[in-house]
């Protein structure tokens, strides 16, 4: 499984939507960044979900932002409340 980091997911604004571990997962076309362990998974559901929040940032620990759009929010029984962005290619 590869490697997680702590992370901040924000809106394009900045405005820090919440915090939660990333793993990068990289495909054949696209990367994309799995974060879970979400501190207010809440606040995601609303924002992604009702006011159709899709243009995010997640910055990493080590101070590297990605940019990217809100695929899917969904609850995994093992990982809780899981954001999945796909990220803008580089």
Do not use: Y
């Not at 990289?26 to 799995?34: D, I, K, L, M, Q």
């Not at 990493?60 to 999945?84: E, P």
Request: charged share 30%; proline share 4%.
């Amino acid at each position: 499984m590869p490697s997680t980091e702590r992370c901040r997911l924000l809106e394009p604004d900045g405005t820090l939507l919440t915090t939660g571990r990333c793993r990068i997962v990289s495909g054949p076309r696209t990367n994309w960044a799995v974060v879970n362990d979400l501190a207010q998974p809440g606040r995601v559901v609303r924002r992604c979900l009702l006011d159709h929040l899709r243009d995010v940032a997640i910055e990493l620990d080590s101070s590297f932002v990605l940019r990217g759009q809100v695929k899917q929010v969904h609850f995994d029984a093992d990982q809780g409340r899981v954001c999945t962005v796909r990220l803008e290619q580089r």
